[in-house]
Nanobody, 121 residues
Framework: EVQLVESGGGLVQVGGSLRLSCAASGFTFDLYPMGWFRQAPGKEREGISCISSSDGTTYYHDSVKGRFTISRDNTKNTVFLQMNSLKPEDTAGYYC??????????????WGQGTQVIVSS
């Protein structure tokens, strides 16, 4: 059973930073690219970043490029999202999932509970 447990969210002021973590289990973590998604109230979930399984290739949506950094630790089955220079529009629930690098389509129809990020102005 695929399990994804996101953590690290919280309330932060504009310009602040947060580091999100996602602990994964139930699949062979180091064989899959991993992605981060977010869903703001009233909006659809969107893919914002992903990282390849082993060679470090990354992708960032324009809205987070230069501010967010994705990384992973295959020894701990964990993917991270360092978020700097946070803006009010970054307020959302954040989720991770194993994805296809070419278009961030999730491999499994399974989501964790997410972690909430609120950026206050």
């Amino acid at each position: 059973e695929v399990q994804l447990v996101e953590s690290g969210g919280g309330l932060v002021q504009v310009g602040g930073s947060l580091r999100l973590s996602c602990a994964a289990s139930g699949f062979t973590f180091d064989l899959y690219p991993m992605g981060w998604f977010r869903q703001a109230p009233g909006k659809e979930r969107e893919g914002i970043s992903c990282i390849s399984s082993s060679d470090g290739t990354t992708y960032y949506h324009d809205s987070v490029k230069g501010r967010f950094t994705i990384s992973r630790d295959n020894t701990k089955n964990t993917v991270f999202l360092q978020m700097n220079s946070l803006k009010p529009e970054d307020t959302a629930g954040y989720y991770c999932a194993p994805v296809m690098m070419r278009d961030m389509t999730p491999f499994f129809d399974s989501w964790g509970q997410g972690t909430q990020v609120i950026v206050s102005s």
